[in-house]
């Protein structure tokens, strides 16, 4: 265990709706970052945020979006769902500002959009 | 459960026998590599990482293998176990300005038979 948590742990949407993922990060870290996970491919980085604010983002469009709060604790936020959101999301939380910044995942969501 | 392995390579190995598992990677500035091994179901989980810089680290039963002028990974498992059936997947890690992002491979499924 990570001790990264994250909520819901199966979500089913239709296309058009928007949602939101929560996570949790490990006591002591600062730093979340979201990866979606589709099925039979490694994860893919969505984002990043560090006290507070985004810290570097991957390839994805502006309906996706996030939020990291005081406790450091972290939301993923997609609009407008399309089919191919269906994934695994993934949140891990590191120690940011350290040259390593190992990163420890949480158990995931499964969101399928229909 | 969760199969992330649908259509992922796939190593067989008997029990006790020596697995490795190889990747490629792509960038050669990134500034260090992790193996993650991901159980069905579950988020990804640490097994051991390279920096940069050095061409071999060795865990426990694992040792990973760097070779920076064809950009490859090598994992190898001795004694291999039936909990050590997975998923496998290398990531690198660019640390940048905007944090550490970590950019994974596609995955190796590793089958254990008895």
Redesign the interface.
């Known amino acids: 265990e990570?001790g990264?948590t994250q909520s819901p742990t199966h979500l089913i949407k239709t296309r058009g709706q928007q949602v939101t993922l929560r996570c949790s990060s490990q006591s002591g870290h600062n730093?979340v970052?979201w990866?979606q996970?589709a099925?039979?491919?490694?994860?893919?980085?969505i984002f990043?945020y560090?006290r507070e604010e985004e810290?570097?983002?991957?390839n994805f469009p502006p309906r996706f979006s996030g939020l990291q709060f005081p406790n450091y604790s972290s939301e993923l936020n997609v609009n407008a769902l399309e089919l191919d959101d269906s994934a695994?999301y993934?949140c891990?939380s590191?120690v940011?500002g350290q040259?390593?910044?190992?990163?420890?995942?949480?158990?995931?969501t499964?969101l399928t959009v229909l | 459960g969760?199969?992330?392995?649908?259509?992922?390579p796939t190593l067989s190995v008997q029990e006790g026998d020596n697995s490795i598992i190889n990747c490629a990677y792509s960038n050669s500035a990134s500034?260090?590599f992790?193996w993650?091994k991901q159980e069905s179901?579950?988020?990804?989980?640490?097994i051991i990482?390279i920096r940069s810089n050095m061409d071999k680290r060795q865990g426990q039963r694992v040792t990973v293998l760097l070779n920076k002028t064809v950009k490859h990974l090598s994992l190898q498992i001795a004694a291999t176990q039936p909990g050590d059936s997975a998923v496998y997947?290398c990531?690198e890690?660019l640390?940048?300005g905007?944090?550490?992002?970590?950019?994974?491979?596609?995955?190796t499924q590793l089958k254990v038979e008895l």
Do not use: M
């Not at chain 1, 099925?39 to 980085?45: E, V």
């Open positions: 990570t990264v730093t970052s990866y996970q099925l039979g491919q490694g994860p893919q980085f990043q560090y810290n570097g983002r991957g695994l993934l891990a590191s940011g040259g390593k910044g190992e990163q420890f995942f949480g158990p995931g499964r | 969760e199969s992330v392995g649908l259509h992922l500034d260090y992790i993650y179901g579950k988020g990804p989980q640490f990482d997947f990531a890690n640390l940048t905007g944090g550490n992002k970590l950019t994974f491979g596609t995955g």
